[in-house]
């Protein structure tokens, strides 16, 4: 197989690092014959796979809808023999889509979704989720597919692949003290934190809550959240109206992500509308306890007093006890980061997912060429 992958994201969250990961994997277990990631030359993507030596090839687009980005992919997807597309973000979609509607692109589509989102609010994006070209949607969880089937007619074309997580970066699993040096945190406070990017369905509000929530109750803790992103300055402001700035300590976006994960002493993740939930998986991987919220794909993952604690969404009471119980038994601690290491390695590892992934793209190709 001769394999594109395409995105016209900038950013660098879960989704983009699956790109990554799905590359090395492909090469790795020789899925592939060629492959190629498509993306701007000012995208994090591009930066990456560059440095990594990937075969990446810069492409720009002005909007979502650049007839000639259009044109010069189906182009350059012809240059290249490819056999098939793989479309990892909503513009990159709708670009595939007008590539293939006025520039013949030959090869089929095969589309990665990983938002719970609703894609009926106008006649263009239902029908482009819907499109004979997109031959296969391969979706991260059962929510997303959910959302997507009162739109695509075919539900045969919908399937769960779920989340990727590469387990020889996330190594470290002891303690070193990084965190408590850095922010000069006593060495017998724990450390409870999060790492999300600053947007709605990441529900750092009920976050916050639940910090005042615990202050309150006495846990001896601090509290470090971090990412950016555009609601960074109303959940300041909350932290300042509840008199949290001792209290939580926003770190701000970091590229150590293995290094300071394991540090946490719990994981607390309040997102009320997760995909899956990727660091979840790497809290897993570095033996962190979970405490999560029971919402979209999440319980797909954190399995309740198993792997993790489940609490009700926007609940601040609810996170709060459920933080207290697992931080409070050491005995739960042990089994939910045994058994979340285990699901880790049976369900989620790049060798896992990619040969879920590589197995559906074959099916495409396959029918394709029938």
């Known amino acids: 197989m001769r394999l594109i992958q395409v995105t016209v994201s900038r950013g660098w969250r879960g989704h983009e690092q699956k790109i990554i990961y799905l590359y090395e994997a492909f090469k790795e277990f020789g899925y592939v014959d060629e492959q190629w990631i498509i993306c701007p030359d000012d995208s994090e993507t591009f930066k990456i796979a560059t440095?990594?030596?990937?075969?990446?090839?810069?492409?720009?687009?002005?909007?979502?809808?650049?007839?000639?980005?259009?044109?010069?992919?189906?182009?350059?997807?012809?240059?290249?023999?490819?056999?098939?597309?793989?479309?990892?973000?909503?513009?990159?979609?709708?670009?595939?889509?007008?590539?293939?509607?006025?520039?013949?692109?030959?090869?089929?589509?095969?589309?990665?979704?990983?938002?719970?989102?609703?894609?009926?609010?106008?006649?263009?994006?239902?029908?482009?989720?819907?499109?004979?070209?997109?031959?296969?949607?391969?979706?991260?969880?059962?929510?997303?597919?959910?959302?997507?089937?009162?739109?695509?007619?075919?539900?045969?074309?919908?399937?769960?692949?779920?989340?990727?997580?590469?387990?020889?970066?996330?190594?470290?699993?002891?303690?070193?003290?990084?965190?408590?040096?850095?922010?000069?945190?006593?060495?017998?406070?724990?450390?409870?934190?999060?790492?999300?990017?600053?947007?709605?369905?990441?529900?750092?509000?009920?976050?916050?809550?639940?910090?005042?929530?615990?202050?309150?109750?006495?846990?001896?803790?601090?509290?470090?959240?971090?990412?950016?992103?555009?609601?960074?300055?109303?959940?300041?402001?909350?932290?300042?109206?509840?008199?949290?700035?001792n209290e939580i300590i926003l770190a701000g976006f970091r590229t150590d992500i293995p290094e300071v994960l394991p540090e946490f002493d719990l994981l607390l993740f309040t997102s009320n509308c997760e995909p899956l939930g990727g660091v979840v998986l790497e809290s897993y991987a570095c033996r962190v306890p979970v405490v999560a919220a029971n919402a979209g794909g999440v319980p797909e993952v954190v399995i309740d007093n198993q792997t993790g604690l489940l609490a009700e969404v926007g609940n601040a009471l609810s996170f709060a006890d459920k933080v207290e119980q697992m931080l409070n038994d050491t005995v739960l601690q042990k089994n939910c980061t045994v058994n979340g290491r285990k699901f880790l390695m049976e369900n989620c590892t790049k060798e896992v997912v990619s040969k879920k992934m590589i197995k559906e793209l074959k099916e495409v190709l396959q029918k394709n060429n029938n």
């Not at 894609?119 to 991260?140: A, E, L, M, Q």
Request: hydrophobic share 40%; with cysteine; net charge positive.
């Open 51 to 245: 440095q990594k030596g990937m075969n990446v090839i810069p492409l720009n687009n002005k909007s979502e809808y650049d007839l000639k980005y259009a044109k010069r992919f189906s182009k350059i997807a012809k240059e290249l023999n490819a056999d098939l597309v793989f479309i990892h973000n909503s513009h990159s979609h709708t670009l595939m889509v007008l590539s293939k509607l006025f520039f013949s692109l030959r090869q089929p589509l095969v589309l990665c979704r990983t938002l719970i989102k609703r894609v009926d609010t106008n006649f263009f994006r239902k029908w482009k989720y819907d499109y004979s070209g997109i031959k296969k949607i391969i979706c991260v969880s059962y929510p997303v597919v959910d959302i997507l089937k009162p739109v695509v007619k075919d539900h045969s074309k919908l399937c769960v692949v779920g989340c990727v997580t590469d387990v020889h970066k996330f190594t470290k699993t002891e303690k070193t003290g990084v965190l408590h040096k850095q922010f000069n945190i006593p060495s017998d406070y724990k450390i409870i934190g999060n790492i999300a990017a600053f947007v709605d369905f990441k529900d750092h509000v009920t976050w916050v809550n639940t910090v005042a929530e615990l202050v309150k109750r006495g846990v001896k803790a601090k509290y470090i959240l971090i990412g950016k992103g555009p609601l960074e300055m109303k959940i300041r402001k909350q932290i300042s109206e509840l008199g949290l700035e």
